[in-house]
């Protein structure tokens, strides 16, 4: 396994009720604009971008998977793989707010246990229509364990940092991996040294 992350690149999973802007995240992120008329994504849809990663470029698969129950089945098979994921609530929305529990368990069953994820409320600049407080979504984190960021697919508010902070604790994770195989390789030798 190479440490040389430009090579490798990262799976981005981006989960979360439908109409809660995943689609409008990634575009936002991908083409550093808002599109209100992206329409509701059927099944899975993907793009490819990068972001700099304590001083090196990482490449990234990004995945926007559909919120609507009927697809659930279909894109819990994209988690096996991921080495991150961002777990989206809109603050508008309570339910999707409620769903973040369903949500995370979906995580729990179906990815890798190392898996990087943020919990991230989209939406910050519909103030007037906030369902969700801040502070209810921090708790939740908290809760999860997960890193916390409020994030507008509309302005772009901390976009950039959401898959930055992100990127950063899924090569940190890949890294971590890398060790432990390059630790088991040299007691595999030592093994085989002592048995020759």
Not at 160 to 171: N, P, S
Not at 184 to 194: F, G, H, Q, Y
């Amino acid at each position: 396994m190479s440490s040389d992350f430009e090579e490798m690149g990262l799976k981005i999973i981006l989960i979360g009720n439908s109409l809660v802007g995943k689609s409008c995240l990634l575009h936002q992120f991908c083409d550093q604009e808002f599109d209100s008329e992206i329409g509701t994504t059927i099944g899975v849809d993907f793009r490819f971008s990068s972001i700099k990663v304590d001083e090196k470029d990482v490449k990234l698969q990004v995945w926007d998977t559909a919120g609507q129950e009927r697809f659930r089945t279909i894109t819990s098979t994209y988690y096996r793989s991921a080495d991150g994921i961002l777990l989206i609530y809109s603050i508008t929305s309570k339910d999707s707010f409620q769903q973040i529990s369903h949500w995370f368990n979906e995580i729990k069953k179906n990815a890798p246990k190392t898996v990087a994820t943020v919990l991230l409320a989209n939406k910050k600049d519909l103030v007037s229509d906030r369902n969700v407080p801040t502070e209810e979504g921090q708790k939740l984190a908290d809760e999860l364990g997960l890193p916390f960021l409020e994030v507008s697919a509309k302005t772009g508010e901390n976009v950039h940092e959401a898959f930055q902070k992100l990127a950063r604790l899924a090569t940190q994770e890949n890294k971590q991996k890398e060790n432990e195989i390059i630790t088991l390789e040299k007691k595999t030798v030592k093994k085989k040294k002592c048995c020759n």
